[in-house]
């Protein structure tokens, strides 16, 4: 019952403890923050394997206490946490990196060791939180403070340009929340409460008109976030400046609170909204897929290389998600899972290469496999796994996405698969550059190989890759039953244009600046 | 309407029964009704004689915080026991107006607190004239419980003035320092000219309709058969409008603020920048009611273009009292869309707006008044400035002072979890909810630009080496900062419970 209060209360708890701890005790900090998160990978695996039916579209676990009451919903705010489909796969990725981040981090991270150790956690909770909020207000919440440790992060422990790229990474994603937050009254005004479960079922019965005003609130924020392509340019900065911790929980976590976002909210609640800016949504995620792909091709700088490989492997999520197919939408929940995992791998090699050559400039690199073997030998995983190699982890998700958008959208299809070729060419290029040819610069002659504690590090990772590569449907299933929920709210919404289309006299109003008025009217 | 002429012409009661006031005086509704006034009326009386009295010589503490405190908890059954109008209905002591008076209480409280501490050098005639300094304090915040309470153009005149000249004086308190003999200077020229202001409107008004209290103008005004359209009393509505406009310091009336704001001791800074802007909008929120629904698009526009220059204002500021005076005079943008959507609803969205005008000033109150506190511990004693360089690295040398100050500026940005989100989010919420949807989602994005000012100084304090000269910033006295540190423990603390907890205050709002 108290099971997600846990898995979400426990990393805060374990900073509370961390910032009490007296002076002379500091070995312990670093020992207490991995132990919390050990725990809580542990309770999210619990939760995976045996904590979750798979059949039931439900949030599951919930934990629900009345919070406060506002103006203009009949229902109170609830404190409200849940687990469903959609969030099961997230919220075990969220609790698996956190301790690899962790312990990777014990090396780098010299300075304010304890700030960093409690943002971290802090952060922790406040991503889980996002996943498990079942209620708008509380989701929003979560979303707006989970930007403050992250800021804190970027600005004390990132690279030379840190202050530049925190601002710009907070001001844009606060300029989408505050939309999102103008989107989120008006919904509240129109339905009456703030509940998901309750949101889901009223949502979809507004007026497509007044849908589509709620919807673009709702989804330009995400866009900021996740980042679809004309928001995209805070993302490489802060990648870049980011320390590695810092970078690996962006990537892997941070970014899919944005296609979470759009699948719970955009699409969960606005069907018929969906559908009619599907479209937009595919081009922008097509043109995000070879946009972002020709962009890591251009690339001199390996961990700009990584941010810019995220953009297109990001455009994959979305083309998945808004081809409305059930097909699609699983795909994209894998991918990204997936993205979190070869990412976050491609960003701690980075880090580790980076420790030992204090560079990330391509040119600087080369024949690097006969100096580090295991190091090459991790790479190359991690490369073939972002390029979507079948047998790794990233072939079954861009193929569910593929299957999905072609019945869709066969055009978008087409893009999507030569973003996988094009993928193919940068990241079998960067490894070529990397690791391959004979060894120009001296100092890479000498470089010590992976140490053993950062093969530990790299290790649960390597495995998670070859495990959802062999095994996909061990983690589509979970996720089915709330996707086929989905799925009939669309199927519904395409019912409804259908018979709008045959009978133009009961065209829906689409002047949202008339249904807007009427709202505030009443 | 003879109700008001009573009201006017004090001790001037009807011929048949020449007693009746008085009577009506001792009833137990009036006397708990104005029980505030008159705790703070004491201990003002309280206070002028034992600064005479040696034998009271180290009592001025204890009666300041007792008297806050009677006038505290009398609000508080004010609130539960509401009751009504008094005096012939030309003051109101309702839940609404007892909460008004809380605000008043608390930001009186925490000025004074900070003022306390704000001695650090014994030759500053704030240290060396504190008896005058608290009778100034107590008895302005007798004139904001006044003005919230009146329900009459002559009465709310009388508290305005009982407000606002002990604030000329608080602003020039620190007669050694040039900055603040201009700051009183100039709230006094400008003050004056706007009370004049006030008082020529309310003369048209009472010219036009020959009443003078706020109910039966309002009866009056929403007759269409009435003379509510006559020119002399748009142009007195107008006039009033522009006057309280020049107390809560919104475009074009906002100039005198940064100024006033920064050359301020900063304790009185932080009594006008809660206290004083509350009053005003408590006030402008019962004055709404007259105005006609034409005019809220005007209040919107203006409301708009003050968050803009506000905002803008302080994103170009390198003072961090300066920088908080122009976002104080962003947030009365907000505020003032919020009195928009009131007049554009009606008494229903009037009544909301001001519900949530009143929760986000409770949260301003901890927010700003925490804020200036901070700049008041760090402040250069003798010029009174705080720049941003001499806040780099702040977060080493003093991490607790660093940690709320950034507290108060992610409030004061709208980062939810802190009362100043709920606030805006309640503001916002009712503009939209009065139809106003281009302005509410106009002015939550004026929010971005906030942020960035806001975000540059947590990075000078957390992110940014020191500067090289580490003398630029007074060490930390912990004596004397004592009643400083009890005021800021206190903001923090009501920041987070209206962010965290907000429940039992928004049940207080019915």
Known sequence: ?522 | MTTARIAVTQGAPPASDPFAHLSELGGEGTLLALAPLIALGLGVLTLLVASVTPALARARRGIVLATLAIAWLVSTRIHFVEPGDVLDGSFRADGTSALWNLIFVGSAALAWLFGEASDRSRTQSLATHRWEHDVLVLSSCAGMVLMAGSRDLILFFVGLELLSIPLYALCAFRRERSTSLESGLKYFLLGSFAAAVFLYGSALLYAGTGSLSLDELAELLRDPESTAGLPMIRWGLGLMTSALLFKVSVVPFHFWAPDVYSGSPRSVTALMATGTKAAAFAFLFTFAALLPSEGAWVLASVGLATIVVGNLGALVQRDLPRMLAYSSVAHAGILLLGVAAGVRGGPEALAEATDAGLFFLAAYLFTAAGAFGVASMLEDPDRGTLSLASLRGLAHRRPWVAGTLTLFLISLGGIPLTGGFLGKYLVFSAVYRAGFVIPAALGALLSVIALGYYLRVITAMFMEEPSANPSQLPPGDSVGEAPALVGLALCAAGVLVLGVLPGWALALLG
């Open chain 1, 1 to 522: 019952m108290g099971l997600l209060l846990w898995i979400t209360f426990l990393p805060l708890l374990g900073a509370g403890v961390i910032l009490c701890l007296p002076r002379e005790r500091a070995e312990w900090e670093g020992r207490i923050a991995l132990g919390v998160s050990l725990l809580v990978a542990g309770l999210g695996l619990g939760l995976f394997f045996f904590g979750f039916d798979a059949g039931s579209a439900a949030f599951q676990h919930r934990v629900s206490v009345p919070w406060l009451r506002l103006p203009g919903a009949s229902e109170a705010v609830h404190f409200s946490l849940g687990v469903d489909g959609l969030t099961l796969l997230l919220v075990t990725l969220t609790t698996f990196l956190m301790p690899i981040v962790l312990y990777s981090s014990t090396g780098h991270i010299r300075k304010r060791v304890r700030a960093f150790l409690v943002w971290m956690l802090v952060m922790e909770t406040g991503m889980l939180g996002v996943f498990l909020a079942t209620d708008l207000f509380l989701f929003y919440c979560f979303w707006e403070v989970s930007l403050i440790p992250l800021y804190f992060i970027l600005g004390i422990w990132g690279g030379e340009r840190r202050l530049y790229a925190t601002i710009k990474f907070f001001l844009y994603t606060v300029a989408g929340s505050l939309l999102m937050l103008i989107a989120a009254i008006a919904l509240v005004q129109a339905t009456g409460t703030t509940d998901l479960a309750l949101l889901a079922e009223r949502a979809p019965t507004l007026a497509p008109g007044h849908q589509l005003w709620i919807f673009a609130g709702f989804a330009i924020a995400f866009a900021i976030k996740v980042p679809i392509l004309p928001f995209h340019t805070w993302l490489a900065d802060a990648h870049t400046e980011a320390p590695t911790s810092g970078s690996v929980v962006l990537a892997g976590v941070l970014l899919k609170l944005g296609t979470y976002g759009l699948l719970r909210f955009c699409i969960g609640l606005f069907p018929d909204a969906a559908l009619e800016a599907a479209p937009v949504f595919l081009v922008l995620g097509g043109v995000g897929i070879v946009y972002g792909a020709l962009l890591a091709l251009a690339q001199s700088d390996l961990k700009r290389l990584v941010a810019c490989s995220s953009v297109s492997h990001l455009g994959f999520v979305v083309l998945g998600l808004f081809a409305l197919v059930p097909t699609g939408i699983e795909g994209s929940l894998l991918q990204m899972v997936n993205h979190g995992i070869s990412t976050g791998l491609l960003f701690l090699l980075v880090g580790m290469v980076y420790e030992r050559r204090h560079t990330r400039a391509l040119d600087q690199f080369g024949g690097l496999a006969s100096s580090m073997p295991v190091f090459a030998i991790a790479f190359v995983i991690a490369m073939l796994s972002s390029a979507g190699v079948p047998g790794l982890n990233g072939f079954a998700g861009e193929y569910l996405i593929l299957l999905g958008t072609f019945e869709a959208a066969p055009w978008a299809a087409a893009l999507g698969v030569s973003g996988v070729v094009l993928g193919a060419v940068y990241l079998l290029m960067a490894t070529r550059r990397m690791l391959f040819g004979p060894i120009v610069h001296d100092a890479n002659r000498g470089l010590p190989d992976l140490a053993p504690k950062e093969v530990l590090t790299l290790a649960p990772l390597l495995l998670l890759v070859v495990v959802i590569g062999v095994a996909p449907s061990l983690f589509v299933r979970p996720s089915r039953a709330t996707v086929a929920a989905i799925d009939a709210r669309l199927e519904a919404a395409r019912a409804r244009r259908g018979v709008a289309e045959s009978a133009p006299s009961m065209e829906p109003g689409l002047d949202p600046a008339g249904s807007d008025e009427a709202e505030g009217a009443r």
